[in-house]
């Protein structure tokens, strides 16, 4: 039995991370029903960006220009990386508006369950950039996650040895956080990384 062009645009909408076949059909549904306010603009905004999004060649980002436009930026901290698991990260970090520095992206973290060794995350092309005069720190902001900590452990070695500083993000009692509501691994972290009042 053949499938429906809107069974094929349900499907396409579940494999979206957060959304299920429920949440798809009444996404497909909307975008139906409101065809010119928005099911067009989408498609018309879905095939500019297939064909104009490429990933930065110096950080890894997703941007219409290469190198990306935080890579060409003069008002960027040159002096300091931040490296991040995936673009996913960078952007949440770019919201906060807290780091002025440079990224860089490494594609996922270590992982011998998954099979992903070394060569396949972006680690040679940092310790390149991290080589270079004016980068004084490096900034591991890597999920505290097993893979997250081998990954960082592993990049730590591999950076050029008292040239560059090398940092992480800290870890612990998020802001707004109940203590009763964390988990031991959060309070042990918050612990170890307490600092004076």
Request: glycine share 8%.
């Amino acid at each position: 039995m053949a499938v429906s062009e809107i069974d094929q645009l349900i499907a396409l909408f579940a494999r979206l991370p957060g959304l299920g076949p429920r949440s798809a059909r009444r996404a497909v549904l909307h975008l139906l029903q409101r065809r010119e306010q928005h099911l067009q603009p989408l498609a018309a905004a879905l095939t500019r960006v297939s064909q104009t999004i490429k990933i930065c060649s110096v950080c890894g980002n997703l941007d219409d220009h290469d190198p990306c436009r935080i890579c060409r930026s003069e008002e960027r901290d040159r002096r300091v990386i931040c490296v991040v698991e995936d673009v996913s990260a960078l952007w949440a970090l770019e919201r906060s508006g807290a780091f002025r520095g440079l990224y860089h992206v490494l594609g996922g973290t270590l992982s011998a369950i998954d099979g992903r060794s070394p060569e396949e995350l972006n680690i040679t092309g940092l310790v390149g950039r991290a080589s270079a005069p004016e980068v004084e720190e490096v900034i591991l902001a890597l999920g505290a996650t097993v893979e997250g900590q081998t990954t960082a452990h592993y990049i730590q070695d591999r950076l050029p040895a008292g040239r560059v500083r090398v940092s992480r993000l800290a870890h612990g009692v998020p802001v707004g956080g109940a203590l009763d509501y964390l988990d031991d691994g959060t309070l042990n972290a918050a612990l170890q990384a307490r600092r004076p009042a």
